[in-house]
C-alpha cells in the first residue's frame, strides 16, 4: 500500500547541531509540505515543494530549509538547532487539492 | 492571507450525545477547500470530513456533517451518537488555490461515559 512515512519518530539533539528529518511517500505525489504543531498554535507550514527542484516558503521557515531531489522526498534540515524548534513535525504530501493531503505519522523533536 | 479560527479551545459531551464544534474562516478566495481533522492521541492527522466551496449541499460521513455557511465563513462539525473513541483533538483547517492548509488551533474533545 503507498503510505508517507518520517524518520525518526523520536529525536533528541543539542542547539547549535544540525538535524535533518526524512519524509518520503509512495504515492508519487507532486505536492509535499513540512508543518510544525505547537500548543497553542495548531499546524503551521514552515516550507512546501510543489515538485523536483521546487521548494518555497512557508509561514515559520527560517531556519529550516528543504530540497527536492526527487518526487518521494522531501527532508527538512535545521541548519543550527535552537531550543525555540522543539516541536512536532509533520510531514505531508497530495496529488492537488482537489485530493486528499496526506499526513504522515510525525517526529517529535527534542532540543536541548 | 488567509485565517481559521477555533473559539472553543475544550468541549466536553455525554456519551451517545450530539455536540458542535465552531470554526470560522477569513479569505478572499470563492473557490476552496475546508476540512475537519482529527487528531487522537497517537498525533495522526486523519481526515474526518471535506467540503468544497462550490458545493451548497453539506458533506456528510456516517455520524459527522458539517454546517457550512460560505456567506458567514462558517463552518461547523457536528458529531452525533459521540463514542468514546471520538475523543480527540479536531482541526478546522481551509486549503487554498495554492494546495496550502491554514490550520485553526484546534478544538479538544471530551466524551463523557
Known amino acids: 500500500d503507498a503510505e508517507i512515512t518520517q524518520s525518526p519518530r523520536h529525536k533528541i539533539t543539542e542547539t547549535g547541531r544540525q538535524v535533518t528529518l526524512a519524509c518520503h511517500q509512495t504515492?508519487?505525489?507532486?505536492?509535499m509540505f513540512w508543518y510544525r504543531q505547537d500548543l497553542g498554535h495548531g499546524l503551521r507550514l514552515i516550507h512546501y515543494?510543489?515538485?523536483?527542484?521546487?521548494?518555497n516558503k512557508g509561514e515559520v521557515s527560517d531556519g529550516y530549509s528543504v530540497s527536492r531531489s526527487n518526487t518521494e522526498d522531501l527532508p527538512l534540515t535545521l541548519e543550527s538547532a535552537a531550543s525555540s524548534q522543539t516541536s512536532v513535525y509533520f510531514c505531508?504530501?497530495?496529488?492537488?487539492?482537489?485530493?486528499?493531503?496526506?499526513f504522515g505519522p510525525g517526529t517529535r523533536l527534542l532540543v536541548l | 492571507a488567509q485565517t481559521v479560527t477555533q473559539s472553543q479551545p475544550e468541549m466536553s459531551v455525554q456519551e451517545a450525545e450530539t455536540v458542535t464544534l465552531s470554526c470560522t474562516y477569513d479569505?478572499?478566495?470563492?473557490?476552496?477547500?475546508l476540512f475537519w481533522y482529527k487528531q487522537p492521541p497517537s498525533r495522526q492527522m486523519i481526515l474526518v470530513i471535506r467540503?468544497?466551496?462550490?458545493?451548497?449541499q453539506n458533506a456528510t460521513e456516517n455520524r459527522f456533517s458539517v454546517n457550512f455557511q460560505k456567506a458567514a465563513k462558517s463552518f461547523s462539525l457536528k458529531i452525533s451518537d459521540s463514542q468514546l473513541g471520538d475523543a480527540a483533538m479536531y482541526f478546522c483547517?481551509?486549503?487554498?488555490?495554492?494546495?496550502?492548509?491554514?490550520f485553526g488551533k484546534g478544538t479538544r474533545l471530551h466524551i463523557l461515559p
Open positions: 479569505t478572499s478566495e470563492s473557490d476552496y477547500y
Open positions: 504515492w508519487n505525489h507532486n505536492n
Open positions: 505531508a504530501s497530495s496529488e492537488w487539492r482537489e485530493r486528499p493531503q496526506y
Open positions: 483547517a481551509y486549503r487554498n488555490r495554492d494546495d496550502k492548509i491554514i
Open positions: 467540503q468544497e466551496a462550490y458545493k451548497q
Open positions: 515543494s510543489y515538485g523536483v527542484q521546487d521548494t
